[in-house]
Nanobody, 130 residues
Framework: HVQLVESGGGSVQAGGSLTLSCLAS????????MGWFRQAPGKEREGVAI?????????YYADSVKGRFTISQDNGKNTVYLQMNSLKPEDTAMYYC???????????????????????WGQGTQVTVS
């Protein structure tokens, strides 16, 4: 059973930085999808950044965060990070770590990731930018 534990959220002023961490455990397969979704009040969940662990496809970034956010992984620690720079008030949201085991390879992201494609979700960590 996969478990995801997020940390690193908080409050920051516009232009500041935060780093989110997601510690994963319980994977059966070596190649999985992991990443981050976010949801602001009154808005739909949005895929922010997705990465293949151990290869399998390109990294995905939402257009709204390209150039500001960076997703990375430390396979030795089973941890995925989201480095968020140049934060804006519109980045304020609950951020969720997500994972899906044994995802098929892809050459490119033809469309944004869909929340229903990820079977495992963390409890969420709040990011507030003022």
């Amino acid at each position: 059973h996969v478990q995801l534990v997020e940390s690193g959220g908080g409050s920051v002023q516009a232009g500041g930085s935060l780093t989110l961490s997601c510690l994963a455990s319980g994977f059966t397969y070596a190649k999985n999808l992991m990443g981050w979704f976010r949801q602001a009040p009154g808005k739909e969940r949005e895929g922010v950044a997705i990465i293949y662990t151990n290869g399998g496809g390109p990294t995905y970034y939402a257009d709204s965060v390209k150039g500001r956010f960076t997703i990375s992984q430390d396979n030795g620690k089973n941890t995925v990070y989201l480095q968020m720079n140049s934060l804006k008030p519109e980045d304020t949201a609950m951020y969720y770590c997500v994972a899906e085991e044994n995802s098929p390879d892809r050459v490119k992201w033809n469309s944004p990731p869909v929340s229903g494609d990820f079977g495992y979700w963390g409890q969420g960590t709040q990011v507030t930018v003022s």
